[in-house]
C-alpha cells in the first residue's frame, strides 16, 4: 500500500511551500511512501511522551534580564534582501488584503 | 611541511618559536591547497585575502608575545557557520549569494584568538547527507580514494585535514556529520555534548541536535580546539552553564580499569565485518593497556533512525521555513507573494532536502503528530535512559562510527531509505546529546580508513579524549 | 425562535518590557521601518531566541490579577505558517503547557455580576507590520514590531452580550494597566481583541457555527461588531441560511462586519515544542515573590475608598476606572489626609481641565503632593474657595506650587478678626431692620448680612471667622 497518494502529497507541498512538476510527483511519492514506510517501524512500539522528563528545562532565575541593547544598522541587515528599491523596508510583491 | 603529521601545539612552538611566520603557514596551505584541491573539492569559498590579512595581525599578536594557542593557526570552517562579511551557503543554491551581518559564536571565539580563517568547506545541502554528494556547488572526493566519497556532511572539512590543507576544521555533527566523514577520511572527529559548543550563528538543522566540533588529526588536538569553542553563550538558551575546563588535562592518566562497554547491537548484521574486526581489536588494545570490557545493550537502537529522522526532519522543516525570498537567500519570480515563496524555494533547494522538509511537515502535520513526531520524542527518551543505563556500568562506550568504510561515489544516490539506515551508528548518540569522538583505527583490505567512535558521559568530553589518546599512543 | 448568542475573546495585549521577549532589541512603539530590528528578530538564519525573564514575570502577574493558576513547568512552541509579517514562518507561542491555566473575571454588566472563566493566558511574540502600496503594487514589511511580547488571554464562551464583552474588555485593560504589564492602549494596538460569536436557541445542547471577527482595536469597534454580528447571524438564520465557520473583520465605516479571504480549509499550524528555548520551571518563592510585588487592584481599592474614606460609590468608580488618576489620588491623599475633598477637587476641578484638553494625566506639571496641598489651603479657608480653581489652573500653566501662586495673586485670607469685628458692627448698626427681624425668627436674612460681610471683607477674613462673629454678634 503506498503510504502517500497524490492528494496527501499535494497537501504536505502545501504546508513546505513547495510544489512539484508532474513528473517529480511521481517520484516523490514513491519516496516518500518509501520513507515513510521505514518509519511506521516505530509505530509497533507503545510507549509514553512525557515532556516534563526530557531534563532540559532551566529555571526562571537564568533567563535573560530585560535590558534594551542597540540594535543592528539596519542597512547592513537588509543588505542580503533583494529588494531593488525602498531602502529601509524588505519589499515583496503586492498582498491582497 | 606536512599539515597531516603537525600537530596543533607544534605549529604553535613553531610560530612562537619564529621557525615559521603565521604568514608562510597561511602560504603553504594555500600551495597545498592549490596543487590538490582540484580532485577533491574541499572548499566552496576559499578566502586568501582575507588569511592573508588575518595571518598579519596574527603575526603582529605573536612578535609582541601576546599568542594564544589559535593565533596564527589556519583552519577552515565549514559552511553553515555564518561569517561577518563572507559567503556562508550552506552548500544550498539558496543561499549562495548570502552574506551574513554577523559572526557565529565560534567564529568570535576563534576571531579572538587571531586565527586565519583559509575558508569555507564544502559540506551537503544543509547539512543533509552523509556524503558530500547534496551540495549545490559540488562533490567532495576522498583523499584516500577520490572515487570515493569523503562521508557528510561535514565532508569538505574532514576532506581538507586529510587532504593536508589545514592542519583542522570545525564541522557540524547533527547525526553523524562530524564523525562519519572523520571515519571516512581516516582523521579525528569530535561532536560535543549538546549545549557544550554555542550554537549561535550554526545554520540550523536538527536544532535539538546540531553541535559544532573540531576534526583535526588527533583527539589532543580535537581537544585543543574544543577548549576555545566551548562555553556558555548568552546567545544560546541551550548552551550549558559549566565551568570552564580544560579538555586535555586527562590526557596521559593510564586506563587501567577504565571501564568499556561495548553494545551489541552496534556489532550486528548491518557492519561490515571488516569493520567489526577492526574495532574490536581496538577494544583489546584497550582492554591490554587495562581497561576493562563490558558487555551491554542498546535495544532501541533499532528505532534510532526513525526516531532520529522525525525529530531532525520536523525541526529543520520549521527551520527552513524563513527562506521565503524576502529577507534573503534566492528571490523567486512571480507576481504574487504566493508564487514568488514558491517559486524561491523550488528552485532554492536541492531534492534531499526537499523530501526532508516533507517528512518533516508530515510527521507534524494534524493527525500524524501523535504517530510520529510525539512516538519520536518517547523514542529519545527511551534511548537516553538505555544509555543512562549503560554508563551506571561504564565510563564510556565503544562502537563502529560507521557500518562500512567510505563508499563509491553515486553508488548511494537513488535510494533515501538505504541511505539513512548508513547512520544508524551515529544518530543515537545525537538524539541522547551525548559527547563522541571518532578515532581512525586502521584500514580495510583496500586500504580505506576505519574509524571507531569513543561515547561518553554527558560533559564528559575528557575522558573520550583521554581513552583516544591513549588508544593513539598504543597503535603508535 | 429567540436566538441567544454565546461569545469567546482571545485577547492580544503587549508588555512593557523594555527589550522584545527573544532579543535585546527595544520594544518601543513606533520608530523608523526596522531600526529596531537584529539578526535574531528579523530571522536570520543561525540566531537563536531568548527568553526575557521579565516578560515572564509580567504574564505570571497578568495570570494573578486574572485568578489563573500558574504552571510550575511551562514551555515554548513553535506555530508554523507563511506570512511575510512573520520573518521565520513560525511564531513562538506556547500550546500545551501556557505559563497560566484556568482563572476568572468578575464583571459587572447590565447591573448583574457575572463570572467569566478564563481558559488560558500564554506568551508569545508579536509579528510585524505590512505596508501595502497601491500605487508600486508592492508590500513593504517593517520587522520593528516582530518579538514584541505578547500575552494572548482566552476566554470561555460565556459572555451573551455585547455589554458583557465590552465591561470584560474594560475590566482586563484595567487589571493590566494596575499590574503595570500593559499601557492597553487600543488605539496603538497594544491591546487587541479577537471575538468568536454563535447563535443557538436557548437552552439548546449544542452551540451554533461560530464566526470570529479578528482585530477589534477599539471598545467600541467590539460592541458595535458584536451587535452586528448577532444581527447578521440572526437573520441568516431566521431566513433559513447557514452561518458559515469563517473569519470577519469589522469595517469600521459601514459597522458591518465581512468575511476576510476565504481559507479553503483550516490553517494547520504543526505546532511542536521550539527545541531552541528550554523549558523554565519556577519554584515556589519566585512565583510568591512575583505575586506580593502586584499592586492593589481596582476593585479593592474602590471598596476601600468606599467604607475608609467614606466616599460615594460613583466617584470611587471615576477614580479607579482611570489608573493615573488613582495614583495620583493616592499620592494626594498620602500628603494631605482629607480623601473626600481630595477625590471631590480632582473629579470635579481637575477632570474638568483634562476633558477640557488643557492637561495630561500623563504629564501633569505638579506633583500630587501639591495639588494636595491646594485642597488643603482650600479647606483650611486660607483662601476663598472660589480662588481655588483659578489657583489650580495657574499651576496647570506654570507648575508653581499653590503657596507660590497664592502669594503671586495675594491670595491669601488675612483672618484680621479685629477689623471683622468692626466692619460687622457698623453692618448691625447700619440695618437695625435687618437684625430685628432675624431676632424674631426670620432666619433668612442672616444670608443677607452674611452676604454684606463677605463682601466687605474678601480677604480680611474667612467665611467661618465672619460667620461664627455674625452669629454671636445678632445673639447678644
Not at chain 1, 496527501?8 to 513528473?23: G, V, W, Y
Amino acid at each position: 500500500m503506498a503510504k502517500i497518494d497524490k492528494a496527501a502529497l499535494d497537501h504536505i507541498a502545501e504546508l513546505s511551500k513547495l510544489s512539484f512538476t508532474e513528473e517529480e510527483t511521481e517520484k516523490m511519492i514513491d519516496q516518500m511512501s518509501d520513507i515513510i514506510t521505514f518509519m511506521d517501524t516505530i509505530r509497533e512500539i507503545d510507549i509514553q511522551y512525557d515532556d516534563t522528563k526530557d531534563g532540559n528545562q532551566i529555571a526562571y532565575s537564568q533567563l535573560r534580564e530585560d535590558k534594551a541593547k542597540k540594535s543592528a544598522d539596519a542597512e547592513k541587515l537588509l543588505s542580503n534582501a533583494k529588494t531593488g528599491g525602498d531602502g529601509d523596508c524588505y519589499v515583496l510583491p503586492k498582498m491582497m488584503e | 611541511m606536512d599539515m597531516t603529521k603537525t600537530s596543533l601545539s607544534a605549529l604553535r612552538k613553531s610560530l612562537d618559536d619564529k621557525q615559521i611566520s603565521a604568514k608562510e603557514l597561511c602560504a603553504e596551505c594555500f600551495s597545498a591547497i592549490e596543487s590538490g584541491e582540484e580532485g577533491i573539492g574541499a572548499f566552496i569559498t576559499l578566502t586568501r585575502e582575507e588569511a592573508e590579512k588575518a595571518a598579519e595581525k596574527a603575526q603582529a599578536r605573536i612578535d609582541r608575545g601576546e599568542a594564544d594557542f589559535l593565533t596564527g593557526i589556519p583552519l577552515a570552517i565549514k559552511d553553515n557557520i555564518c561569517t561577518d562579511g563572507i559567503r556562508t551557503t550552506c552548500a544550498s543554491k539558496m543561499l549562495e549569494d548570502f552574506v551574513p551581518p554577523y559572526d557565529a559564536a565560534v567564529m568570535e571565539k576563534l576571531k579572538g584568538q587571531d586565527f586565519v580563517m583559509v575558508g569555507k568547506t564544502n559540506m551537503d545541502e544543509f547539512a543533509m547527507g552523509g556524503a558530500t554528494q547534496t551540495s549545490y556547488f559540488k562533490r567532495t572526493h576522498n583523499p584516500n580514494d577520490k572515487s570515493r566519497v569523503p562521508g557528510g556532511s561535514s565532508g569538505g572539512s574532514a576532506a581538507a585535514v586529510a587532504a593536508g590543507f589545514v592542519p583542522a576544521a570545525l564541522g557540524s555533527d547533527t547525526g553523524g556529520s562530524i564523525r562519519q566523514p572523520a571515519s571516512f577520511c581516516g582523521v579525528t572527529g569530535l561532536k560535543p555534548t549538546y549545549g557544550r559548543v554555542s550554537r549561535y550563528g550554526l545554520v540550523a538543522f536538527g536544532s535539538s541536535l546540531d553541535q559544532i566540533g573540531p576534526i583535526a588529526n588527533s583527539a589532543l588536538d580535537c581537544g585543543a580546539l574544543l577548549n576555545v569553542i566551548a562555553g556558555v553563550d548568552e546567545r544560546d538558551a541551550t548552551s550549558a552553564r559549566l565551568p570552564h575546563e580544560d579538555f586535555t588535562d586527562k590526557i596521559g592518566q593510564s586506563v587501567k580499569g577504565l571501564r568499556i562497554a561495548l553494545p551489541k547491537e552496534f556489532y550486528g548484521e548491518a557492519v561490515d565485518s571488516e569493520v567489526k574486526e577492526a574495532v574490536t581489536k581496538a577494544s583489546k588494545e584497550l582492554e591490554s593497556l587495562g581497561a576493562v570490557l563490558v558487555s551491554c545493550e542498546i535495544p532501541s537502537l533499532k528505532y534510532g533512525i526513525p526516531a532520529y529522522y522525525l525529530i531532525a526532519c520536523a525541526e529543520a522543516a520549521s527551520n527552513l521555513s524563513r527562506f521565503d525570498g524576502i529577507k534573503y537567500g534566492l528571490r523567486g519570480e512571480g507576481k504574487s507573494y504566493g508564487e514568488m515563496i514558491l517559486d524561491s524555494r523550488n528552485r532554492g533547494f536541492g531534492e534531499e532536502v526537499k523530501r526532508r522538509i516533507l517528512l518533516g511537515n508530515y510527521a507534524l502535520s494534524s493527525g500524524y503528530y501523535d504517530a510520529y513526531y510525539r512516538k519520536a520524542c518517547a523514542l529519545r527518551q527511551k534511548i537516553k535512559a538505555e544509555y543512562e543505563a549503560i554508563f551506571e556500568r561504564a565510563e564510556v562506550i565503544l562502537t563502529p562510527t560507521a557500518p562500512s568504510v567510505a563508499f563509491k561515489i553515486g553508488s548511494d544516490d537513488t535510494d533515501p531509505v538505504k541511505m539513512y539506515t548508513a547512520d544508524m551508528l551515529t544518530v543515537p548518540v545525537n538524539i541522547a546529546g551525548l559527547p563522541a569522538i571518532s578515532v581512525p583505527c586502521g584500514r580495510d583490505k583496500e586500504n580505506m580508513p576505519i574509524g571507531m567512535s569513543i561515547v561518553g558521559r554527558r560533559f564528559d568530553e575528557g575522558t573520550i579524549i583521554q581513552v583516544a589518546d591513549a588508544y593513539e599512543r598504543v597503535v603508535g | 425562535m429567540k436566538l441567544h448568542p454565546t461569545i469567546g475573546l482571545e485577547i492580544h495585549a503587549e508588555l512593557l518590557t523594555e527589550s522584545k521577549v527573544f532579543c535585546s532589541c527595544s520594544a518601543e512603539f513606533g520608530g523608523d521601518p526596522n531600526s529596531r530590528c537584529c539578526p535574531v528578530c528579523s530571522g536570520m538564519p543561525g540566531t537563536l531566541p531568548v527568553l526575557n525573564k521579565k516578560a515572564v514575570e509580567f504574564i505570571i502577574k497578568a495570570g494573578y490579577v486574572m485568578n489563573c493558576d500558574i504552571s510550575r513547568f511551562t514551555k515554548w512552541d513553535r506555530k508554523n505558517y507563511f506570512y511575510p509579517d512573520l520573518p521565520k514562518a513560525y511564531q513562538i507561542s506556547q500550546m500545551p503547557r501556557p505559563v497560566c491555566l484556568d482563572g476568572y473575571v468578575d464583571i459587572v454588566s447590565d447591573g448583574e455580576e457575572k463570572r467569566i472563566r478564563i481558559n488560558r493566558i500564554h506568551l508569545e511574540e508579536d509579528a510585524g507590520k505590512l505596508i501595502h502600496d497601491e500605487r508600486t503594487k508592492q508590500t513593504l514589511a517593517d520587522y520593528n514590531r516582530c518579538g514584541i511580547p505578547l500575552i494572548e488571554i482566552v476566554t470561555e464562551p460565556d459572555f451573551h452580550s455585547a455589554a458583557d464583552v465590552t465591561a470584560f474588555v474594560e475590566k482586563i485593560r484595567l487589571l493590566l494597566q494596575y499590574a503595570g504589564v500593559c499601557d492597553g492602549r487600543m488605539e496603538q494596538g497594544s491591546l487587541r481583541c479577537d471575538v468568536n460569536i454563535s447563535l443557538a436557541e436557548k437552552g439548546a445542547k449544542e452551540l451554533g457555527t461560530r464566526a470570529e471577527i479578528k482585530n477589534l482595536n477599539s471598545v467600541r469597534a467590539i460592541g458595535r461588531a458584536i451587535e452586528y454580528e448577532i444581527y447578521r447571524q440572526s437573520e441568516l438564520i431566521e431566513s433559513g441560511g447557514r452561518v458559515i465557520q469563517e473569519t470577519r473583520r469589522f469595517v469600521d465605516g459601514s459597522g458591518e462586519t465581512a468575511a476576510m479571504r476565504s481559507k479553503e480549509d483550516a490553517q494547520d499550524y504543526r505546532y511542536f515544542p521550539d527545541p531552541d528555548i528550554p523549558p523554565i520551571v519556577f519554584t515556589e518563592e519566585e512565583i510568591e515573590n512575583i505575586k506580593g510585588s502586584v499592586p492593589e487592584m481596582p476593585e479593592s481599592r474602590k471598596s476601600r475608598y468606599v467604607k475608609e474614606y467614606g466616599i460615594a460609590e460613583k466617584d470611587a468608580d471615576s477614580i479607579i476606572g482611570n489608573k493615573l488618576v488613582c495614583f495620583f489620588f493616592e499620592e494626594a491623599v498620602k500628603a494631605y489626609d482629607s480623601p473626600k475633598s481630595v477625590a471631590s477637587f480632582i473629579l470635579v476641578e481637575l477632570m474638568r481641565r483634562i476633558n477640557l484638553g488643557e492637561a495630561d494625566m500623563n504629564k501633569l506639571p505638579f506633583e500630587a503632593k501639591d495639588f494636595a496641598r491646594l485642597v488643603e489651603i482650600m479647606d483650611g479657608n486660607k483662601i476663598n474657595r472660589s480662588h481655588g480653581k483659578n489657583v489650580l489652573r495657574a499651576m496647570l500653566e506654570s507648575g508653581k506650587t499653590p503657596d507660590t501662586v497664592c502669594d503671586e495673586e495675594a491670595l491669601w485670607i488675612k483672618e484680621d478678626l479685629g477689623q471683622a469685628e468692626e466692619v460687622i458692627d457698623k453692618i448691625l448698626a447700619d440695618n437695625p431692620k435687618a437684625v430685628e427681624q432675624y431676632r424674631n425668627g426670620e432666619q433668612k436674612v442672616f444670608g443677607f448680612l452674611m452676604g454684606q460681610a463677605n463682601r466687605q471683607l474678601k480677604g480680611a477674613a474667612s467665611p467661618n471667622a465672619i460667620k461664627e462673629i455674625l452669629e454671636k454678634k445678632l445673639k447678644n
